[in-house]
């Protein structure tokens, strides 16, 4: 670029483009002067030596014409050549053939590096290019999102088989048509987002749909792209289902295997004739294992009935530091050390969030029985939050503490920290369980949103 323009601006190239043009300027400029020297040795001669007669003028002035003439052919092919070759390889740039290379030598050698080695530039930035819309064609492909991208008249430019699907059409017959066209133009005014029930070619559902401006090629267009978020939700849906027939399905054969086993031997052991003398304690023992079984997986099915039905929670004020205390009292194995904290009110309700504590403190006491645990509570911007750590081995390693009916204690069932999750949540609020970070042991985070205005809660509760 610096060259081209230093051709047109001498006095601003840079010192190595404008060398090269020099040296090629001054090979022309010497080649020129050849060309005149015959004419001008001619006229020498006959100015210097008196030539008499018209043949020795004539054959003088026709040497100097046919050399003259060879010279200026030799000048041109010497000038015109070079320049063909910078012809044919910025021709080959411009229709894009970037494999074509010229011979490096010459009186423009240096310029014939440059162009070689903008060719070679050029075809490995279309090859970045090419690699870069392959593989942004094949995430397209593989997304479950319908992708529509529109250029700025809002024609169609480009659209995914998610798209393609969802249209119900195939890509000629969709590519280069308007949004309104395509039944997509209600789709691209605001907001640029909301959720949607519609029905399409391509299927009937629930749909996510965003759009947002783009440019390309320094023009204005809009991306629309549409997510069947029906589709994902009986995904999620389908698998809760498997995750909890799995659970019930193994609870319900560790109590009914045992109860069949023992059902047999009793229906054996009556079938024998005569009766042995023991029949009765291992008829009684038979009944007692079937009873245990039995009440065993009707607390299960209870606890599995109290997660499914917990009712909305009715909130009223609640003080905080009240409501700590009186869960810790309720907790006999240990005494729990209760850190006073600010008095605090919270829109709640108080059985359910009762609930919740007795379940993070009784988690807490079963993993540091002979240990320390501690419970504090205070404000943070805008929440209420309860803490209760203790001294114990740690969390174990796995990702569904707060999955229903997941334990890993001996005689667990599960529902605990399920239940205290969907308490806090029904709140506005949320609890996580994180390992402790001044040594051993766990801590459990519960928070509300403090909603109710301190001093007056608390005057109302004087009054």
Known sequence: MSCAMGSMNPGSTDPSCGGRLLRFERRVGWGSLLVALPAWLALGVMLGIPVAGTQPRLALWSAALVLTVLLSRWQVRRVSYPLYTLSGLLEALREGDYS?????????????YDINALAERLQQERLTFEESSHLLGKTL?????AVFAFDGTGKLRLVNP?????LGRARDDVFGRSADALGLGEWLAPPTLRIVNHSFAGGAGRYEVRHAPLRSGGRGGQLLVIND?????????RQAWQRLLRVLGHELNNSLA????????????????????????????????????????GRFLASYSRLARLPAPQQQPVELG?????????EQRLVLQVEQGDVLWVQADPDQLEQALINLMRNAVEAAPAGKVSVRWRREGGQAV???EDDGPGLPTSDNLFVPFFTTKPGGSGIGLALTRQIAEA?????????RADGSGALARLWLPCTVDDQASSSDQRA
């Open 427 to 435: 709140h506005d609020g949320g609890v996580v369980l994180a390992p």
């Open 229 to 237: 978020v029906g589709r994902v939700l009986r995904e999620e849906e």
């Open 322 to 330: 009240e409501l700590v205390r009186k869960a810790a009292r309720l």
């Open 386 to 388: 309860i803490e209760v």
């Open 141 to 145: 492909a593989a997304l479950d999102s």
């Open 100 to 112: 074509l290379r010229g011979v490096q030598g010459g009186v423009l050698g240096d310029v014939i």
């Open 258 to 297: 045992p109860i069949r086993s023992m059902a047999g031997t009793l229906a054996s052991l009556l079938a024998r004739d005569p009766m042995p003398e023991d029949w009765r304690g291992d008829f009684r023992d038979g009944v007692e294992i079937i009873a245990h079984r039995a009440e065993s997986l």
């Open 162 to 166: 998610a798209g393609q699907r969802l």
